[in-house]
């Protein structure tokens, strides 16, 4: 059983490294920061926008979804900067544990909208039209989760950061989200399988609640992936 025990946010091996690694690993994370809030801004208006365009569930989940992992990095972005100004150790521990409970809560709530949608969907036999579009994007996007996902836990680990290890596990999330997207929507289009977009977005869900579980607690839920 999982212990429901509240873990510290930041670890106190990170106290002993030097100022000079620490300071270049909160300009790296920040760094990251920037290129997930653009990259996700970009991508969920093209998945909206093409999810209107096809009737696709879950090419919406999956653009609310990249809105999501914005609003996570914008969080984390403020999280890294406050690091440089606070004055204690524990005022940096409650920024940290703030912006995990965003991380997580936002999840919860796009879960919650996604099982809505695709059941709604199923129920009405709304069949959505194949997207090219969809599938360039998550095809596109499988590639820089992947990335964006590795570097942030690196950064993680030299600041010691529960926060920062949660936003690289929801990164990882999205890479598996833009995969089962990917299917749904490639399905629908190559042998007309409508039943495969609204299926393909409960999927993500699974991944969506474990994700925001995992950041609510503190705890690595995708350690594996």
Known sequence: MRSETVIDTTRSDTDSQPAAVRDQALVRGSRL??????????????????????????????????????????????????????????????????????????????????????LWTLWQRQKPRPSLIGIGLTAVSIGVMWWLARAKRRVADVLGSRALEADSVQTTACFWLSIIVLCGVGLNAAFGWWWADPVAALGITFFIVREGRGAWRGEDECSSC
């Open 33 to 118: 920061e920037y290129v997930t809030i653009g990259w996700n801004i970009v991508e969920g208006l093209i998945a909206v926008l093409a999810a209107l365009a096809a009737g696709s569930v879950a090419l919406l989940g999956f653009g609310i979804d990249s809105f999501v992992e914005s609003s996570s990095g914008a969080v984390l972005l403020w999280r890294l900067k406050a690091e440089r100004t606070a004055g204690n150790r524990s005022e940096i521990e409650v920024l940290d544990r703030k912006a995990r409970k965003f991380v997580g809560l936002s999840l919860f709530l796009l879960a919650a909208f996604v099982v809505v949608d695709s």
